[in-house]
């Protein structure tokens, strides 16, 4: 006979997890009904968790609170902890501009969501000058490795031999990557196929690498239904 | 119609050049500071796309509501949908409204910690339009007092908890705390110098600050560890966790079969490319598994090598061709550089 | 430390990037012959969508976790094509979206496809539906949708993370001619073993270029191609550079990054 209490709620939480678990589980022998439903629920919960949350998050304490002036808090004595900023209310208009996107289910005015679709598209356009040169600039400064290391005067072979493995690789792949150049020349077509080769190499490590982790998310899982889920199922049951 | 081209044009133009100029113009430019706005006009971008919240709402509510209504295939599971999403999102609504409940004591005690900082603020800047301290320590007191049997009946609240779980023995170690939180504010508020004749002197308002901030974070912590036991905060924990929580993991653990059907079916060597991969693949796995350390020590520095010296390489290439392209296309983008642009196909 | 403003070599290194591209493009239009190697890939995009005209079953477009930016845009392009072609053959088009602003791009996109080809009246808006923004919530609603709607033919272009096997393994079982795509190259070897047809990296963005054949886009993609010379350049050329600081460190060569880093203001 298990000793262990359950609280109501965590014992609906437990069984109701492993059965979620096992649903999405049976999507391995084929689509079946149980894991339609879960699926479904997923969804939903995930959408209703989805609307409140940037809200609460982001909306209400970055938009709404200093629009609406309710950051602005009465001591008191009547005195006023800061002065309401009027520049907030111009909060209102990205507001009413994004409500723009609804427009898309009019037959009429669906032109006008391509305004506020063009917006969010210049906006991120501008926006990737910053992050393109943030990204590339460390990446070519980290590049820049050189091919004979010396370690206390004399020649560090294998760090030697890894930097110019590491730069034929990132040269040869950006070559293959060239697709207006024409590869008349023998060697242009061997530096492409050394690209392709090595890329290969880096998908294949790559892959490798992740097999263990995802090895023990799925061990995590087992242990959950084995012991967590089993128990509770015992318990339920009076063994 | 052409003008309406020429305006989503003007507005994708429009959309893109504040953070263009922000990142090429320096931060000032004879002494005006360019971006002393920058926050506040980014929050305002984001809102533009934070007003789209409704969107996917209204998509889910129409596939599935149509399919309900119409009885289509799968109506049930629709039912189950929109079920689920009313649930979550009421329960979420639901739990926000109680930690703002349960937080409200806590923020009024901070408002108040910021009044009585505001009063040694004004003192020593000499302020003339406010009230002299003496009066406005008086207000400080009256509305500090106020918030006594608020705090003392959260002591007994908490002292009350039953059961023998962990947050019994958290709430039965808060009590007295919150209880000694609130005795040192009584007692400094009877110190603090107010009223008509008492001289203004804000020498006690920092001790008092201390006192109201400390009472505020009990208060937080016991409100919000009594919400936890409310059938809102429950409910809301057991669809988080039994669906949301639990079905993500199990979703995510399906990756481990897919990633050894993925491994056969790739792996069986079809090519001298997928021999390579399948290599490469071999020798990173055994150098993480303790059968390779069996076979050969010095696996795990092959993985190593592996990873950070060609695999570097090739995603480094991969990535900056990605950037460039990715630059080009946005700069397209931006200034609608299409042979038939998105503008024109309205 | 991030880059917050551009100095002198930053703003020099942008024209020279951005250079190249307009060039191509004024070439272009002047309907110059522009030279693209074959991308195999891409060839199997209309392959695949023939496939499912022949079966008479389902095509599925999905952009996976793309937000609204460049990647999107790119992703459209071939949408745009596929929605075309779809529209043709009278095929069923489901695009299942994570996200509720490329739900309307998409959207728009697919109307003009379908009114570009004359059948904006088979157009369902119903297929074009938003799953979820949650990252598995979105992977369960596409595998499920995908082996109940049989689908002949799926394309994943765009942005994926974990769930990219997910996906893959979901119109693998369905037995659909996969066609994928991502930018993310931590993502690349799973489609490897599951698609049929895997672009990588920026083969993505000459997609659409590839099909289209459109003068803006093949000259975009030669000036790209010419933006890309200049990193291999810089590459070489500060590799050079800090092999000789290595050999003679008296030399103390100023590297690359240096001049493009120097303040200008």
């Given at each position: 006979?298990?000793?262990?209490?359950?609280?109501?709620?965590?014992?609906?939480?437990?069984?109701?997890g492993g059965?979620?678990?096992?649903?999405?589980?049976?999507?391995?022998?084929?689509?079946?009904?149980?894991?339609?439903?879960?699926?479904h629920?997923?969804?939903?919960?995930?959408?209703?968790?989805g609307?409140?949350?940037p809200?609460?998050?982001?909306?209400?304490?970055?938009?709404?609170?200093p629009?609406?002036?309710?950051?602005?808090?009465?001591?008191?004595?009547?005195?006023?902890?800061?002065?309401?900023?009027?520049?907030?209310?111009?909060?209102?208009?990205?507001?009413?501009?994004?409500?723009?996107?609804?427009?898309?289910?009019?037959?009429?005015?669906?032109?006008?969501?391509?305004?506020?679709?063009?917006?969010?598209?210049?906006?991120?356009?501008?926006?990737?000058?910053?992050?393109?040169?943030?990204?590339?600039?460390?990446?070519?400064?980290?590049?820049?490795?050189?091919?004979?290391?010396?370690?206390?005067?004399?020649?560090?072979?294998?760090?030697?031999?890894?930097?110019?493995?590491?730069?034929?690789?990132?040269?040869?792949?950006?070559?293959?990557?060239?697709?207006?150049?024409?590869?008349r020349?023998?060697?242009?077509?061997?530096?492409?196929g050394?690209?392709?080769w090595?890329?290969?190499?880096?998908?294949?490590?790559?892959?490798?690498?992740?097999?263990?982790?995802?090895?023990?998310?799925?061990?995590?899982?087992?242990?959950?239904?084995?012991?967590?889920w089993?128990?509770?199922?015992?318990?339920?049951?009076?063994? | 119609?052409?003008?309406?081209?020429?305006?989503?044009?003007?507005?994708?133009?429009?959309?893109?050049?504040?953070?263009?100029?922000?990142?090429?113009?320096?931060?000032?430019?004879?002494?005006?500071?360019?971006?002393?706005?920058?926050?506040?006009?980014?929050?305002?971008?984001?809102?533009?796309?934070?007003?789209?919240?409704?969107?996917?709402?209204?998509?889910?509510?129409?596939?599935?509501?149509?399919r309900?209504?119409?009885?289509?295939?799968?109506?049930?599971?629709?039912?189950?949908?929109?079920?689920?999403?009313?649930a979550?999102?009421?329960?979420t609504?639901?739990?926000w409204?109680?930690?703002?409940?349960?937080?409200?004591?806590?923020?009024?005690?901070?408002?108040?910690?910021?009044?009585?900082?505001?009063?040694?603020?004004?003192?020593?800047?000499?302020?003339?339009?406010?009230?002299?301290?003496?009066?406005?320590?008086?207000?400080?007191?009256d509305?500090?007092?106020?918030?006594?049997?608020?705090?003392?009946?959260?002591?007994?609240?908490?002292?009350?908890?039953?059961?023998?779980?962990?947050?019994?023995?958290?709430?039965q170690?808060?009590?007295?705390?919150?209880?000694?939180?609130?005795?040192?504010?009584?007692?400094?508020?009877?110190?603090?110098?107010?009223?008509?004749?008492?001289?203004?002197?804000?020498?006690?308002?920092?001790?008092?600050?201390?006192?109201?901030?400390?009472a505020?974070?009990?208060?937080?912590?016991g409100?919000?560890?009594?919400?936890?036991?409310?059938?809102?905060?429950?409910?809301?924990?057991?669809?988080?966790?039994?669906?949301?929580?639990?079905?993500?993991?199990?979703?995510?653990?399906?990756?481990?079969?897919?990633?050894?059907?993925?491994?056969?079916?790739?792996?069986?060597?079809?090519?001298?490319?997928?021999?390579?991969?399948?290599?490469?693949?071999l020798?990173?796995?055994?150098?993480?598994?303790?059968?390779?350390?069996?076979?050969?020590?010095?696996?795990?520095?092959?993985?190593?090598?592996?990873?950070?010296?060609?695999?570097?390489?090739?995603?480094r290439?991969?990535?900056?061709?990605?950037?460039?392209?990715?630059?080009?296309?946005?700069?397209r983008?931006?200034?609608?550089?299409?042979?038939?642009?998105?503008?024109?196909?309205? | 430390?991030?880059?917050?403003?551009?100095?002198?070599?930053?703003?020099?290194?942008?024209?020279l990037?951005?250079?190249?591209?307009?060039?191509?493009?004024?070439?272009?239009?002047?309907?110059?012959?522009?030279?693209?190697?074959?991308?195999?890939?891409?060839?199997?995009?209309?392959?695949?969508?023939?496939?499912?005209?022949?079966?008479?079953?389902?095509?599925?477009?999905?952009?996976?976790?793309?937000?609204?930016?460049?990647?999107?845009?790119?992703?459209?392009?071939?949408?745009?094509?596929?929605?075309?072609?779809?529209?043709?053959?009278?095929?069923?088009?489901?695009?299942?979206?994570?996200?509720?602003?490329?739900?309307?791009?998409?959207?728009?996109?697919l109307?003009?496809?379908?009114?570009?080809?004359?059948?904006?009246?088979?157009?369902?808006?119903?297929?074009?539906?938003?799953?979820?923004?949650?990252?598995?919530?979105?992977?369960?609603?596409?595998?499920?949708?995908m082996q109940?709607?049989?689908?002949?033919?799926?394309?994943?272009?765009?942005?994926?993370?974990?769930?990219?096997?997910?996906?893959a393994?979901?119109?693998?079982?369905?037995?659909?001619?996969?066609?994928?795509?991502?930018?993310?190259?931590?993502?690349?070897?799973?489609?490897?073993?599951?698609?049929?047809?895997?672009?990588?990296?920026?083969?993505?963005?000459?997609?659409?270029?590839?099909?289209?054949?459109?003068?803006?886009?093949?000259?975009?993609?030669?000036?790209q191609?010419?933006?890309?010379?200049?990193?291999?350049?810089?590459?070489?050329?500060?590799?050079?550079?800090?092999?000789?600081?290595?050999?003679?460190?008296?030399?103390?060569?100023?590297?690359?990054?240096?001049?493009?880093?120097?303040?200008?203001?």
């Amino acid at each position: 006979m298990s000793t262990v209490n359950y609280e109501p709620w965590t014992l609906a939480t437990i069984l109701t997890g492993g059965l979620g678990t096992l649903a999405i589980f049976s999507f391995l022998v084929r689509e079946n009904r149980l894991y339609r439903i879960f699926e479904h629920l997923y969804i939903g919960i995930a959408a209703g968790l989805g609307l409140v949350v940037p809200i609460k998050n982001y909306i209400w304490p970055q938009i709404l609170v200093p629009l609406l002036g309710y950051d602005v808090v009465q001591y008191p004595d009547g005195t006023f902890s800061k002065v309401y900023d009027p520049t907030n209310l111009l909060y209102i208009l990205p507001l009413s501009f994004g409500c723009l996107y609804y427009f898309v289910y009019s037959r009429r005015y669906a032109w006008l969501s391509k305004l506020v679709i063009g917006f969010s598209l210049g906006m991120s356009g501008g926006l990737a000058f910053k992050g393109f040169f943030n990204e590339i600039i460390p990446q070519l400064a980290s590049s820049f490795k050189p091919l004979v290391v010396y370690h206390d005067g004399a020649l560090d072979l294998f760090r030697s031999f890894s930097n110019t493995v590491f730069v034929v690789t990132l040269l040869s792949v950006m070559y293959y990557f060239f697709f207006s150049f024409r590869r008349r020349a023998r060697f242009a077509e061997m530096g492409a196929g050394l690209g392709r080769w090595l890329m290969m190499v880096c998908f294949g490590a790559f892959f490798g690498s992740t097999v263990m982790a995802r090895m023990a998310l799925l061990v995590e899982r087992l242990q959950f239904l084995l012991n967590d889920w089993g128990a509770a199922l015992r318990y339920c049951i009076g063994l | 119609m052409q003008y309406r081209a020429k305006l989503i044009k003007l507005v994708t133009f429009l959309g893109g050049i504040y953070y263009f100029l922000e990142f090429v113009l320096p931060a000032s430019i004879a002494g005006v500071k360019i971006d002393q706005y920058h926050e506040q006009i980014s929050n305002g971008f984001v809102a533009v796309g934070a007003a789209a919240i409704g969107l996917g709402l209204i998509n889910l509510l129409m596939v599935h509501g149509s399919r309900i209504i119409f009885r289509r295939r799968g109506w049930f599971e629709s039912c189950a949908l929109l079920l689920g999403l009313t649930a979550m999102a009421y329960a979420t609504a639901g739990e926000w409204a109680g930690s703002v409940d349960s937080s409200a004591q806590a923020g009024r005690l901070m408002m108040l910690r910021e009044f009585s900082d505001r009063i040694m603020a004004d003192a020593a800047a000499n302020k003339a339009d406010v009230l002299p301290v003496s009066k406005r320590n008086q207000f400080l007191y009256d509305a500090a007092t106020k918030e006594i049997p608020e705090l003392r009946a959260l002591v007994t609240r908490l002292s009350n908890m039953a059961g023998e779980d962990v947050e019994t023995a958290r709430a039965q170690r808060l009590s007295p705390r919150v209880l000694a939180a609130t005795d040192a504010l009584v007692s400094g508020l009877e110190d603090l110098p107010r009223g008509e004749a008492a001289v203004g002197d804000v020498g006690k308002n920092s001790e008092i600050s201390q006192r109201l901030a400390d009472a505020s974070v009990l208060s937080r912590e016991g409100e919000t560890l009594l919400f936890e036991q409310t059938r809102t905060k429950r409910f809301y924990e057991f669809l988080y966790q039994s669906f949301f929580i639990s079905l993500g993991a199990a979703m995510f653990s399906l990756l481990g079969f897919y990633i050894a059907a993925a491994a056969y079916r790739a792996f069986r060597i079809r090519s001298s490319e997928s021999a390579l991969m399948l290599c490469a693949a071999l020798l990173v796995m055994l150098g993480q598994i303790p059968f390779g350390l069996w076979i050969w020590d010095g696996f795990p520095e092959v993985r190593v090598w592996l990873l950070s010296i060609p695999s570097s390489g090739a995603f480094r290439a991969i990535k900056i061709g990605a950037l460039v392209a990715g630059l080009v296309m946005a700069f397209r983008m931006w200034l609608s550089i299409e042979s038939e642009s998105f503008a024109e196909r309205s | 430390m991030g880059i917050e403003h551009a100095s002198l070599g930053v703003l020099v290194l942008m024209a020279l990037l951005i250079g190249p591209v307009l060039y191509y493009i004024r070439l272009a239009r002047q309907e110059r012959e522009l030279y693209v190697r074959r991308i195999p890939g891409v060839g199997a995009i209309d392959e695949a969508v023939g496939r499912a005209a022949e079966l008479g079953r389902p095509v599925s477009y999905t952009s996976g976790l793309t937000g609204v930016g460049p990647v999107l845009y790119a992703c459209l392009g071939v949408l745009y094509h596929v929605a075309r072609k779809a529209a043709r053959y009278k095929l069923k088009l489901l695009t299942p979206q994570s996200d509720a602003q490329v739900l309307v791009v998409a959207e728009d996109t697919l109307r003009d496809a379908y009114r570009a080809e004359g059948r904006l009246a088979l157009l369902d808006a119903r297929n074009n539906m938003y799953l979820s923004d949650e990252q598995f919530a979105f992977a369960a609603g596409y595998m499920g949708l995908m082996q109940r709607e049989a689908v002949a033919a799926t394309f994943l272009f765009g942005h994926f993370a974990a769930e990219s096997l997910l996906l893959a393994e979901a119109g693998q079982q369905a037995g659909a001619m996969q066609v994928a795509s991502t930018i993310s190259p931590e993502q690349v070897p799973f489609f490897i073993c599951t698609c049929d047809y895997t672009l990588i990296g920026e083969e993505l963005f000459a997609a659409a270029a590839y099909l289209t054949r459109e003068p803006v886009q093949l000259g975009s993609l030669y000036g790209q191609d010419r933006a890309k010379l200049l990193m291999f350049v810089a590459i070489v050329v500060g590799v050079v550079i800090a092999t000789l600081n290595s050999i003679y460190p008296e030399l103390q060569l100023r590297n690359i990054e240096d001049y493009i880093l120097r303040e200008l203001w």
